[in-house]
Structures are given as structure tokens and as C-alpha cells.
């Protein structure tokens, strides 16, 4: 467990010391603040309502999930991976005394924490906008909710992020890896449009899942549907992506 904590705190700090980690705060920030001026200038322009302090942060979040925090996500996991097979930094870490398992490990709850903490701070920060413009409408519920929502949010996205290590355990380029996955997020985005039948078995549909939870009559059997499908794309990527990381020469 040692060897595990000390191989965790090692990815953490790599990737706090990232430039692409201060540059998706800097671009959600960013999302953030259009968004509230969308809300605002659509309410003075059109004189409709738009969205009440805890409306917006759940507002943001469906947009982002399906949009940006993919997108992220996809970088900091090739970037763990891929990155370090081509720069021949993973041939350092792994002459420590660390098993491969637990460096695997290490790096995707490294990828996990990174997803998390910034699900947090759009959340904090769509929060703050929307109390700024709109403090008369928040209550507790409401914003356990909100907060439910944001941190739910984790399990799809960690499952894509488990999806992207297993192309960049396949694919030796990170540029490929990066286009690979663009493409096939869109492809399965497009078969679950065209088979509308077959979307709720789809990896990309599990992204909307926090809006289960919003519902006033909570549907446990499609929780725990979704719950069952996450797990399972999860381990079989975790898996496959594990196996071709351990039979790896470098």
C-alpha cells in the first residue's frame, strides 16, 4: 500500500505540473463566464428568466459533459500514457520498486482525481456565477443536487478516460491516440442518433446519466442499469488495457 501511495502522490504531482492542467482551468473558467453572459443577455434581451444560482451550474455541466470534459479527459490520459512511452519516461519509473500493477493503478487514480477536481471547480465556480446574477433561487436541495450531479459525473467520464488508455497501450503515437478517440467518441455519438434503439447500451450515453438523479421520481432500475454497463465497460478496459501495459517493452 506504501509502494502504491508513493507511486499516486508521484503522477499527481506530474500532472499538477502540466501546463494543459492550468490550461483546461483557464478554458472552463472561460466556458463559465460565456455562459453566464449568454444567460444574462438573453434574459435583458428577450426579458425571459434564463436560469435561477442553481439552474446554471447543472446548465453548464450538460454542456460541458458532452463537449470539454472528454475532450480533457482524453488529453491528461494520453498524456499520462503516451507522453511517457515517448519521451522513454516510463522506463524510469519503472526501475523503482514499484509492480507495473500498482503504477497502472497510481496513474488512473491519478487521471480520476484530476477528473474529479475539475468536475469540482466548474462546479464551485458555475456556482459563484450563479449566485452572482441569480441569488434568489437557491435552496439546500437544490444545491445537493447540483452537487450530486457534478460528482456522479466522475464514473462516465473515468470509464471514457479508461477507454482512451487502452488505444494509447495499442497505438504508439499519442497524435494517433488523440485522433483515434476523437473519432471514434463521435462515431459512437452518431450510431446511438441513427440507432436510437441501442443508445442507452452506448459508452457516450452514460455522460447524461447525472440527470437521473435530478429527477423528482428517481428510477432505480435505470441507476442501476447504467451502474452495471459503467462497471462493465470499466473493467474490460481496464483489463485489456493492463494486459498490453504489462507484456510492454521499453
Given at each position: 500500500m506504501a509502494a502504491f501511495k508513493a507511486a499516486l502522490i508521484n503522477e499527481i504531482e506530474?500532472?499538477?505540473?502540466?501546463?494543459?492542467?492550468?490550461?483546461i482551468v483557464i478554458i472552463s473558467l472561460a466556458v463559465i463566464v460565456i455562459g453566464q453572459l449568454v444567460v444574462v443577455g438573453v434574459r435583458n434581451g428577450?426579458?425571459?428568466?434564463?436560469?435561477?444560482?442553481?439552474?446554471?451550474?447543472?446548465?453548464?455541466?450538460?454542456?460541458?459533459?458532452?463537449?470539454?470534459?472528454?475532450?480533457f479527459t482524453a488529453l491528461i490520459a494520453i498524456d499520462c500514457?503516451?507522453?511517457?512511452?515517448?519521451?522513454?519516461?516510463?522506463?524510469?519509473?519503472?526501475?523503482?520498486?514499484?509492480?507495473?500493477?500498482?503504477?497502472?493503478?497510481?496513474?488512473?487514480?491519478?487521471?480520476?482525481?484530476?477528473?474529479?477536481?475539475?468536475?469540482?471547480?466548474?462546479?464551485?465556480?458555475?456556482?459563484?456565477?450563479g449566485f452572482l446574477f441569480n441569488a434568489n433561487s437557491a435552496s439546500l436541495a437544490s444545491f445537493g443536487r447540483t452537487a450530486l450531479a457534478y460528482?456522479?459525473?466522475?464514473?462516465?467520464?473515468?470509464?471514457?478516460?479508461?477507454?482512451?488508455?487502452?488505444?494509447?497501450?495499442?497505438?504508439?503515437?499519442?497524435?494517433?491516440?488523440?485522433?483515434?478517440?476523437?473519432?471514434?467518441f463521435l462515431a459512437i455519438k452518431a450510431f446511438g442518433i441513427f440507432?436510437?434503439?441501442?443508445?442507452?447500451?452506448?459508452?457516450?450515453?452514460?455522460?447524461?446519466?447525472?440527470?437521473?438523479?435530478?429527477?423528482?421520481?428517481?428510477?432505480?432500475?435505470k441507476i442501476g442499469r447504467d451502474i452495471g454497463l459503467m462497471l462493465g465497460y470499466a473493467l474490460m478496459f481496464f483489463t485489456a488495457g493492463f494486459y498490453l501495459f504489462d507484456k510492454k517493452e521499453f
Open positions: 506530474k500532472l499538477c505540473k502540466k501546463k494543459k492542467a492550468l490550461a428577450f426579458g425571459v428568466r434564463g436560469t435561477g444560482s442553481l439552474e446554471f451550474p447543472v446548465l453548464v455541466l450538460s454542456v460541458v459533459v458532452n463537449t470539454i470534459l472528454p475532450l500514457f503516451s507522453g511517457e512511452f515517448s519521451h522513454n519516461l516510463m522506463r524510469v519509473t519503472l526501475t523503482r520498486p514499484v509492480s507495473r500493477l500498482k503504477i497502472y493503478s497510481a496513474k488512473m487514480t491519478a487521471i480520476a482525481v484530476f477528473i474529479l477536481a475539475n468536475l469540482l471547480i466548474l462546479m464551485v465556480l458555475s456556482m459563484l456565477a460528482v456522479i459525473s466522475l464514473f462516465p467520464l473515468l470509464t471514457l478516460a479508461l477507454g482512451v488508455v487502452l488505444l494509447a497501450n495499442i497505438f504508439k503515437s499519442g497524435t494517433s491516440v488523440f485522433f483515434i478517440a476523437i473519432i471514434a440507432f436510437s434503439q441501442y443508445s442507452s447500451l452506448l459508452i457516450t450515453s452514460q455522460l447524461d446519466w447525472y440527470s437521473l438523479w435530478l429527477s423528482h421520481s428517481i428510477s432505480l432500475s
